[in-house]
């Protein structure tokens, strides 16, 4: 018996349909949802999702903070960003960790803000690099 599960960020929503399964980053590790789970709310950390479709199907995600909320027969995903594998620019992602990466050498201890910021950003990136090469492994 799958769940529904979506995963909504301010700006779209990412996925809906029914899962059978997902694995999601928490501040406390990873957590793992099966049908018929627990109800409980637990806040995101950022990190890489997996989500099993009802045909077994498995789609890699970046989830980047938020919030989800945990019923038997339902999954919301609120996060501050959700990326599937197949979304993600490699182009995009290389220049943004180059930018990044420029910024810290850059910046080095005399900016705390643009040095908090390069290592966000170069944190993302190093993500959604992750999250590709799990498309390209397929």
Do not use: C
């Amino acid at each position: 018996m799958p769940f529904t599960l979506e995963i909504v960020t301010p700006e779209r929503l990412t996925w809906k349909g029914e899962a059978s399964g997902v694995i999601l980053p928490t501040i406390d590790g990873e957590v793992g949802i099966l049908p018929k789970h627990e109800p409980y709310v637990t806040v995101l950390g950022q990190g890489e999702g997996r989500i099993t479709a009802v045909d077994g199907t498995v789609e890699h995600i970046a989830i980047i903070g938020g919030f989800v909320q945990v019923r038997p027969d339902r999954v919301l995903v609120l996060a501050e960003s959700a990326d599937l594998a197949d979304e993600l620019d490699l182009a995009l992602i290389e220049k943004a960790k180059a930018r990044a990466e420029a910024t810290l050498s850059d910046a080095g201890l005399n900016d705390p803000a643009a040095v908090a910021t390069a290592r966000a950003a170069l944190s993302r990136a190093l993500l959604h690099l992750r999250v590709a090469e799990r498309r390209r492994k397929r």
